[in-house]
């Protein structure tokens, strides 16, 4: 009986595992949008160490 659910599981695995790859295939990653600031924006020097976010999603 262990010997059949084993061979019936690898017999799934086997059937899904292409399925699976090509679904992950069709998968983007995620893109993010850059910007430069520098002394023209505001900034006081060129280097900036951080920078933060508040809740209206300005920097």
């Known amino acids: 009986m262990n010997k059949l659910i084993h061979n019936i599981s690898r017999s799934i695995i086997y059937i899904l595992a292409p399925w699976l790859m090509l679904a992950c295939d069709n998968a983007s990653a995620q893109k993010y949008a850059f910007a430069h600031y ?22």
């Open 38 to 59: 520098d002394t023209g924006d505001g900034l006081i020097q060129s280097q900036v160490n951080n920078f933060y976010q508040d809740n209206s999603h300005r920097l």
